[in-house]
């Protein structure tokens, strides 16, 4: 089988790319901060307080206290109580009995028997479904940094195929009833009845006394007095007094100075080189030849003979007393859903992901010294080819930011946002900011 593979071709490049470097340079600075510091004094005083405190008085006294007391006297009595005993009598009775007997009688029934057999039945099945990757055609673009067509290739999507039904063989078993006579034995209860003799006891109620002696406890009140001693306690108030030491803490005010050290940095630009490494990818037709295999099935017809051993079952008459369960087949007709593979075609969404060129703008800290009015229009010339120009590192961005700031009241520090750039000859006008990506906009 012939096919044609697209075979991608890689080659090496290399190009030289200027771009410039801010480089930070520092300087250190010193400077004399006066301030003031609030210093606490402490001074001690002494103040007399007068207090009252309450001294307890203990006084001890007596008075008499009449309670009464609950004496004990025992006394002995008798008492005749009238009371039932149960005496067990013994009596013969008779009663009658009913019992079943059981016997058995023989009769014959006709029963169905199940059987059957295995059968081999062909059947054709459906294909498994299987998921395949598929590329779509790509196609050229146009590069202006190389000059040369690139090739994309296409986006790769996935699909379902429904492979070729087969037909397999299965064993299915077929069903036969047969009917079959057979002796039983059933057992008829019958009914008879008899005479029991028993025994029963019941309890005669007897009347009996008999004399019970028990004692009876009586309180007798006595009236007694007795003498307590109690004490009472009265709070006295004394005036008293105490010298206290105190500190106030108040605050004086201190001048003092510091030099303080600090360090400014300003960035100078400096214009460096690097090349840079690039990869570019054609592709290439070629074309293949292959061996496929497949492989054919054709069923032949072949007649075989297989020994078949098979056991018979006679019937022998016994007489057994036993109950015979036995089973009725019945064919009943019914419905079944089976599942079959269908191949469907079918939309399925997928998500890819796509590197965009994306305009970013951020705010960069800038040490700015404000010079006379005089020296304002040179810095505004300067700022064409700058830092903050149009051809510096940020592209006249600053020029935006420093927009309407004055210097003493009448001078622009830098121009008018991207006019700056105009008085030099050079700027966001002369560059644009169009010309991405090397003018960093």
């Known amino acids: ?44 005083r002494t103040k007399t307080i007068n207090y009252t405190v309450m001294n307890p008085v203990r006084e001890t006294h007596e008075k008499v206290v ?37 016997k058995p009688v023989n009769y014959t029934k006709t029963v169905t028997v199940r059987g059957g057999s295995w059968q081999t039945v ?68 019958e009914c008879l009845t008899k005479v029991v003799p028993y025994t029963v006891t019941k309890c005669v109620p007897e009347c009996r006394q008999k004399t019970v002696t028990y004692n009876v406890c009586k309180l007798v009140p006595e009236c007694r007095q007795k003498t307590v001693t109690y004490t009472t306690c009265k709070m006295v108030p004394e005036c008293r007094s105490k010298d206290v030491t105190y500190t106030v803490c108040n605050w004086v005010c201190e001048p003092r100075s510091k030099v303080c050290t600090y360090t400014t940095c300003r960035l100078v630009p400096e214009c460096r080189q690097k090349t840079v490494n690039y990869t570019t990818c054609r592709t290439v037709c070629e074309q293949r030849v292959k061996d ?36 009725v087949c019945k064919p009943v007709t019914y419905c079944d859903t089976i599942k079959v593979a269908k191949c469907v075609k079918s939309c399925v969404p997928y998500t890819y992901t796509r590197c965009v060129a994306k305009v970013v703008c951020e705010e960069v800290p800038v040490t700015v010294s404000c010079d006379p009015c005089a020296n304002a229009g040179a810095g505004a010339g300067n700022a064409g080819n ?6 510096g590192l940020f592209n006249g961005r600053l020029i935006n930011m420093l927009r309407g700031l004055r210097c003493h009241g009448g001078c622009h520090l830098l121009g008018n946002g991207c006019g700056a ?21």
């Open 1 to 44: 089988m012939t096919y044609n593979v697209s075979r991608p071709v890689y080659e090496n490049h290399s190009k030289v790319v200027n771009y410039t470097v801010m480089v930070p340079h520092r300087e250190t600075h010193e400077k004399v901060i006066n301030y003031t510091v609030r210093r606490p004094v402490q001074e001690t």
């Open 66 to 102: 009449n309670y009464t007391v609950m004496n004990k006297v025992m006394e002995t009595r008798e008492q005749v109580i009238n009371y039932t005993v149960m005496v067990p009598v013994t009596e013969t009775r008779e009663r009658t009995v009913n019992y079943s007997v059981t």
């Open 122 to 189: 062909e059947e054709e099945v459906a294909g498994p479904v299987i998921r395949r990757t598929v590329r779509e055609p790509g196609t050229w673009t146009f590069d202006p940094s190389t000059c040369k067509n690139v090739y994309c290739p296409g986006e790769c999507r996935v699909e379902c195929v429904q492979c070729p039904p087969k037909t397999v063989c299965k064993k299915v078993w077929v069903p036969t009833c047969e009917e079959k006579t057979i002796d039983c034995v059933r057992y008829e209860k």
């Open 292 to 327: 496929v295999c497949y492989t054919v099935c054709n069923w032949v017809c072949e007649q075989k003979s297989v020994p078949y051993t098979y056991t018979t079952c006679k019937i022998v008459k016994e007489c057994r007393t036993k109950t015979v369960p036995y089973t």
């Open 386 to 391: 700058g830092i903050l120009g149009g051809r």
């Open 421 to 441: 750039g105009n008085s030099a000859g050079s700027g966001c006008a002369a560059g644009g900011c169009d010309a991405a990506p090397s003018c960093g906009c």
